[in-house]
């Protein structure tokens, strides 16, 4: 019945593909576009419509725009959900989804538009598939056309990239990149911070390495003007001081009290 998919991932395959009929449906039958209502907005956000974080994952803008994002679901969900289980993958597609859209609503405010699609999620996915399998090769075609092979953390980061590129330049429209890359970065974090913590451990080790380092040079720094201001003293007086020399020697001498 689910043709060896996992439930979570088999579920919301049904779903995407339902709610896209009904769209269908709804467009067919009485002329009601689903995206004014469920899709997200920032009109709707300003009326309360909180559920619309949720509903806009579940729509789609065509055909294409369904079968892309069905193919990279098919291709992320069974392997991330039968490798964290189907509660926190469900967890990880909704957060990144929620998230996404959070971080596309920030960008447009004020400007109006409406986002519909599971991308934010599915890029959620990927990022997930990369943080669990970093070393695996993954075959996509470019252009639908030509084969290239590309380990899993390579071509996240290189879609993250894009998504980047897209975002802060001010002639591409159309398609909710800022939602791709915040949805990236949600299933990142998610996925590190529960399966990698000694991802989080080695990386919070380099930075208090990096920030003990940084306060010794600037200590060593201070200490070799603070020697060289004493000496100016010792040779010249007291009054030969500017102002910013007076200031930075007071600052200096607080500092060494209150540690």
């Known amino acids: ?38 899709g997200l907005s920032v009109a709707g956000m300003l009326k309360g419509h909180l559920w619309q974080f949720f509903t806009y994952q579940l729509l789609h803008g065509g055909p294409f725009h369904l079968m892309l994002n069905l193919l990279m679901f098919l291709f992320l969900g069974a392997e991330v959900e039968r490798a964290i289980g189907p509660r926190h993958f469900l967890t990880l597609y909704v957060l990144s989804g929620v998230l996404g859209g ?10 109006e538009g409406i986002c519909i699609g599971a991308s934010a999620a599915i890029f959620g996915l990927l990022s997930a598939f990369a943080v669990l399998y970093p070393q695996r090769e993954v075959t996509l075609l470019l252009f639908l056309v030509f084969p290239v092979t590309l380990k899993a953390w390579v071509l996240a980061v290189a879609l993250g990239a894009v998504q980047l590129l897209f975002t802060i330049s001010p002639n591409v429209g159309g398609i909710a990149y800022s939602a791709h890359l915040a949805g990236a970065i949600a299933g990142f974090v998610y996925t590190a911070a529960i399966f990698r913590p000694d991802w989080i451990r080695a990386w919070r080790g380099r930075w208090d390495a990096r920030r003990r380092a940084a ?45």
Do not use: C
Request: hydrophobic share 50%; charged share 25%; net charge positive.
């Open 215 to 259: 306060e010794a040079r600037r200590g060593a720094e201070e200490k070799d003007r603070v020697d060289r201001l004493l000496d100016k003293i010792a040779r010249d007086g007291m009054h030969t001081l500017t102002p910013s020399e007076r200031q930075f020697l007071e600052e200096a001498s607080r500092r060494r009290f209150r540690r």
């Open 1 to 38: 019945m689910r043709a060896g998919l996992p439930p979570v991932t088999f579920a919301l395959l049904v779903i995407l593909v339902a709610m896209y009929l009904l769209q269908l449906f709804a467009e067919a039958a009485v002329g009601m576009n689903l995206a004014y209502g469920f």
């Open 102 to 111: 959070l971080g596309w609503l920030m960008l447009i405010y004020p400007y």
